[in-house]
DNA sequence: CTAAGTGCAAAAAGTTTGCATTCCG
DNA sequence: CGGAATGCAAACTTTTTGCACTTAG
């Protein structure tokens, strides 16, 4: 529970593995730029930002370019290794999909920006009875729980 | 339950009220852009596009301009009539606070877009749990279920 | 009057695309 | 080699801002 749990070795290298598969299945090629993309994503595991991520690949490359990792996020959504999301700011952020780590949803503090994630399985359970209920076939979901952390209540008080 | 339903005539004008108060209080200005926009915005109670929004405004008002639109919002925002939404699309939409009508989310039908609003009670008082949990002073969520509907399902097939 | 609000158009911000070049398979 | 991927810059889309003009209070 709390922030996110660093990913073992072997779990990134399924990861990578998966993602190879995709690629040569759909005559995808795999570069050194996707390679160091995808690593770096796979390894922060989610909640990054576009940018934060352009940033960091560029600490190892500093040739890649927007686009590139723009595509490369785009190739990782496709093959479903990786959920977009909107934390409300206009920023789109990916995040590993649910075959890299357990389903989880998230808590914000709308004041220092922190995600917390969260796991509560008596609220998947409700949430597939309301699906249910209207004859949905759920596909995903998004729970976002906006807040002030403790820390930012002590500050501001 | 399903679809958004009417709201009546007195819970529109006592949200014109509350809308009134706080201009009122802050000093600004009501003009016939801001009623029109507001008043076109509460009937519709939410789920509204920037652009359709202004679509139903100039048909009433044609002069009307984009920039007041989002200034307008952003003032419905900031006195907590209104909530910003993202449904993955890059589109922001707004929705009426809990003021103009009961609290609830969102089931949203990934192949027709369709939104339909549910409740449970038994949620709420879970993510109040997870809120406190972790210390956090919850001001809002957002929880979206994301699926395809009755409907599409049986086109699909 | 006078400061807030409007409409317009220009500017930002975020994302996508076209194209010549690179390079994987 | 041939086509996929890249990097760059230009194009797009959505939202914000600057400014002269209008108007509520």
Redesign the pocket.
Known sequence: MGEAAQLKEDTIAALHDTLQAY?TKK????????RLVTDIFFRTGGHM???DLLAKVREQ?P??????V???L?LLAECELANVRHFGD???RYELADEGKHHHDHLICTSCKRIIEFEDEAIEVLQDRIADRHGFNLKSHKHELYGVCPECQQKQS
Request: glycine share 12%; charged share 25%.
């Open positions: 690629i005559g995808f090629r795999s570069t050194s730029q996707r930002s576009i940018e490359d040739r890649v370019g927007y686009a590139t723009y595509r490369t785009r206009g920023v789109t």
